[in-house]
């Protein structure tokens, strides 16, 4: 198993610098395969790539390219009528109503949204709440239909309980699941009704109480630039200039990335990405460039869209360039 030490330790050797580009499928081939595959309206093969990768083994990522390829809502009622047993074209349909309801809604301010766009956008929301709903009945030990209601709970403003419960009931079936913590930590920040604190304290416990070399890592930098995102300028810079915010920041990070443990598989660019910004952020000048060192130009749109949303690989490159890398 190869660390994040014998990357930076092989990558040193190499004076060039990659080109920064932003990557649509965190280095895994099968997301444009499957892509390709929703393009044509290829259920056999849409369904093929999906089984290929277990439940246990996470199949959100691979959901989600599908979810955002146009049109798929037309010819998967169809497949569901055809396979009125089976779960996964009822996961399939409720990962698109959730991407196909936020079309409608776009991502315009709530007072710049019509009214006509609200309805539309609720109404797919609880179609999806339907299909996700039928496929945990017909597969009670799968993750992704409870993942999916996470989201749309937050969407439909369901509340904090509805909220606790749909994330309990992801992670017991999938304790460490990166998506579920993610969007339970979207679910108590301020933003969204929560807090800084409890933000704070569910992203360091969740990393902290998963086995080293976690992918969980990222929970505890998102933390801290969503904290930063709610201040206004000089505020948002002396927060993440603190001395606490480092600490904490490294403490992840050598239970996530920086553990022997650590793989390169899955959201493992995320991570990698997210620590980058955080530290570039926080002035930590070393970690950030070894974050950067080991993603190899390799640039994922969250988080540098917050910082250049026409142009996240423009973001990477500038902190990139910061930190001397």
């Not at 070399?213 to 929970?219: A, I, K, P, Y």
Request: aromatic content about 10%.
């Amino acid at each position: 198993m190869t660390s994040l030490r014998d990357w930076g330790s092989t990558l040193g050797k190499w004076t060039g610098r990659p080109v920064a580009r932003v990557q649509k499928d965190s280095g895994d081939p099968e997301v444009g395969r499957i892509r390709k595959a929703a393009r044509a309206a290829e259920w056999t093969a849409v369904r093929e790539i999906l089984e290929a990768r277990p439940e246990s083994e996470d199949r959100t990522e691979l959901l989600w390219a599908v979810a955002d390829t146009e049109e798929v809502e037309r010819w998967m009622p169809g497949v569901i009528r055809a396979e009125p047993d089976a779960a996964l074209p009822r996961i399939v349909a409720g990962f698109r109503f959730i991407t196909w309801g936020w079309e409608a809604r776009t991502g315009a301010y709530a007072k710049d949204v019509s009214r006509e766009r609200f309805e539309l956008f609720h109404a797919r929301l609880r179609s999806s709440e339907e299909w996700l709903y039928e496929a945990a009945e017909r597969e009670p030990g799968w993750i992704s239909p409870w993942y999916g209601l996470q989201i749309t709970a937050r969407a439909l403003s369901a509340g904090p309980v509805v909220a606790r419960r749909r994330f309990e009931a992801t992670v017991r079936r999938a304790p460490h699941h990166v998506g579920a913590h993610q969007q339970y930590l979207q679910q108590i920040c301020a933003k969204w009704g929560g807090s800084h604190e409890e933000m704070h304290t569910f992203a360091r416990d969740s990393v902290l109480a998963a086995p080293g070399g976690t992918r969980l890592g990222s929970l505890v930098p998102t933390a801290h630039i969503e904290q930063w995102l709610s201040l206004d300028e000089g505020e948002d810079t002396a927060y993440m200039r603190r001395p606490e915010v480092t600490r904490s920041l490294l403490e992840a990070a050598d239970h996530s990335y920086r553990h022997p443990d650590f793989e390169r598989r899955g959201s493992w660019l995320g991570v990698l990405n997210t620590f980058a910004m955080a530290f570039s952020l926080a002035g930590e000048r070393d970690a950030a460039r070894e974050c950067f060192r080991a993603t190899e130009g390799r640039v994922t749109e969250s988080p540098w869209d917050y910082l250049n949303g026409a142009s996240p690989a423009m973001a990477y490159r500038k902190h990139r360039s910061a930190a001397g890398r």
